[in-house]
């Protein structure tokens, strides 16, 4: 942990937005997986969004977010633009980063933990009704 650096977190309402960002070291580039996770008290931390950093290609969103949020990179810098958030979204946001991993069933970058190597310490986003 604290290789990567997010912000961004915060309290919206109800349909509200936020852009959470993750900094990364210089070293993490290339052929590189890297994603979002999310953790709630109590709960598995669970996969949100992953990307493969070699060439942008997005390569997993959970089902609870598809639509609403989207990963993307710019330089060494992740972000993750988060829209029409729900209570459900409420949680403590890591970015991680791993080496290129593929399954065998052809999944690249798969939204579990396994493959990431790298993380941030969190960001807070609460979201309230």
């Known amino acids: 942990t604290g290789q990567l650096t997010e912000s961004g977190g915060g309290s919206v309402q109800v349909g509200g937005s936020l852009r959470l960002a993750c900094a990364a070291p210089g070293y993490i580039r290339g052929s590189y997986c890297m994603g979002w996770f999310r953790q709630t008290s109590g709960k598995e931390r669970e996969g949100v969004a992953t990307i493969y950093s070699y060439d942008g290609t997005i390569t997993y969103y959970a089902e609870a977010v598809k639509s609403r949020f989207t990963v993307s990179q710019e330089a060494n810098t992740l972000y993750l633009q988060m829209n029409d958030l729900k209570p459900e979204d409420t949680a403590m946001y890591y970015c991680?980063?791993?080496?290129?991993?593929?399954?065998?069933?052809?999944?690249?970058?798969?939204?579990?933990?396994?493959?990431?190597?790298?993380w941030g310490q969190g960001t807070q986003v609460t979201v309230s009704s």
């Open positions: 991680a980063a791993g080496p290129k991993t593929m399954r065998a069933d052809g999944r690249l970058c798969p939204g579990d933990e396994q493959p990431f190597r790298y």
